[in-house]
Every structure is written in C-alpha cells, then in structure tokens.
C-alpha cells in the first residue's frame, strides 16, 4: 500500500438515495480527514480523525452526512437522502502520528454526481 | 474573514522562467503550519512544500521554494525553471495549532506555455 485509497472513484447517483464512499489511508497514519471540493474551488473541511475518535467536524457537516472510522483503520462516509448540491469531489487524507504539522496525503477523491 | 487568500485565480509563465504565486493568510494563533499543494487536472492533490510559524529559513524543495514573510502574513510559492508538467492548480493551506483540520484557498491556475 502506497498511498491514500478512495472507492468508489465515481458515483453517479439520484436525488434522495443514499451514498456511502471508503476511504483506506496509509497503513501507519493515524490521523485521517474528509474534505470535499466543488469546481473551482480549495477543499472544505468536513470531519477528522485520530485513530478511531472523530475529534472535529464541520459546521458544513449535516445531519445527513455521518463518518466512521471503527478500527481507527478505513474510514467511511455516508450522505444520506442526496440533493444536487451535495456533487462534489470528495477527498480524504491522511497523516502520521507523533508530528504535528505534517502534511497530510491525500487520495485521489471520490467524484459525486446526484442528478 | 479568509483565513487563506490566493489573489490570483489564473498565471501564464514561459517554460523556463519563474514564476510566484501569492498567498496570504490571517491567524492570532503563534504556532501554525503552512502548506503548497498542486492538483493537475487528474484530480490528486501532490504535496510541494511546507513552512512552519516558527522556522527561521525559507523552505525549500527542488524547484520550489516558499517565501515566508511572516510580519506580512504572506507564503508565497516561487517555482523555479517551470516546466510544461507544471501547469495545474496551486493550493495554499493552513494548519493552526493543535487543529487536525487544513484551511485551503480558491487555488492557482497555472499555465506554462512552452
């Protein structure tokens, strides 16, 4: 394992359905981030992680979006009852333990479209 | 207000010049962390370059170099000797503290031109 892995890389989805994308990062980080990207635009945070504790989330975050990380492994996000503003890149990171202002690897997104 | 401001969405630069992208940011918290990254149109974000609040020296990696001027709030990426794989987005980030979380900007376009 090399770096940060998304799946799926594209969902196509309808308006109102359920969505959940995975997100496994690289196998020592411990720290681990969602962001999402709409075009043209810089990633926003969403949630992070640090081992399996979900420290942060954002006040962009709504009730319809939920993120795990059981294991403090994979991380899964979920975005229930979808609507067309919720297409966007979504993008996860990772980070080592131990350092604090590291940079943070990320994967290569998964890209949301809800039509 | 903007925590990271990137005040120029779009740059041309001729292969084989220089060329420096702005970045400012704003912050009360003395220990921060800032970051460059680039995402060419395949969508992954590449990690360039980082400057912490309290590093004496510039950073640099390679080609590219961080101007840190920290009584200016400004980080500006400077890309020495541009090459055509250079065209793509620039982002600028920062982490404050303690914050797991990175603050980004709108982002760069940049365009070598050969």
């Known amino acids: 394992d090399t770096g940060v892995s998304q799946d799926p890389r594209h969902k196509i989805t309808k308006r109102g359905q359920n969505v959940t994308f995975r997100c496994d990062p690289i196998?020592?980080?411990?720290?681990l981030y969602w962001y999402r990207q709409t075009l043209g635009q810089g990633p926003e945070f969403l949630t992070y992680f640090q081992n399996e504790a979900q420290l942060e989330k954002s006040r962009l975050l709504s009730d319809r979006f939920s993120a795990e990380r059981p294991k403090g492994s994979f991380s899964t996000l979920e975005i229930q009852r979808t609507e067309q503003g919720d297409s966007a890149m979504y993008l996860c990171?990772?980070?080592?333990?131990?350092?604090?202002?590291?940079?943070?690897?990320f994967g290569q997104g998964t890209r949301l479209t809800v039509v | 207000a903007q925590k990271i401001t990137q005040t120029q969405p779009g740059m041309f630069v001729q292969e084989k010049e220089a060329v420096t992208l702005d970045c400012t940011y704003d912050?009360?918290?003395?220990?921060?962390?800032l970051f460059w990254y680039k995402q060419p149109s395949s969508g992954e974000m590449i990690f360039l370059i980082y400057?912490?609040?309290?590093?004496?020296q510039n950073a640099t990696e390679g080609r590219y170099s961080l101007n840190f001027q920290k009584a200016r709030k400004s980080a500006n990426l400077v890309i020495s000797a541009s090459q055509l794989g250079d065209s793509a987005m620039y982002f600028c980030a920062m982490r404050e503290g303690n914050a797991g979380k990175s603050t980004f900007g709108d982002g760069t376009t940049l365009t070598v031109k050969p």
């Open positions: 196998s020592e980080h411990n720290r």
């Open positions: 990171a990772s980070s080592p333990p131990g350092v604090e202002n590291t940079e943070a690897f």
């Open positions: 912050t009360s918290d003395p220990s921060y962390g």
């Open positions: 400057q912490g609040s309290y590093d004496q």
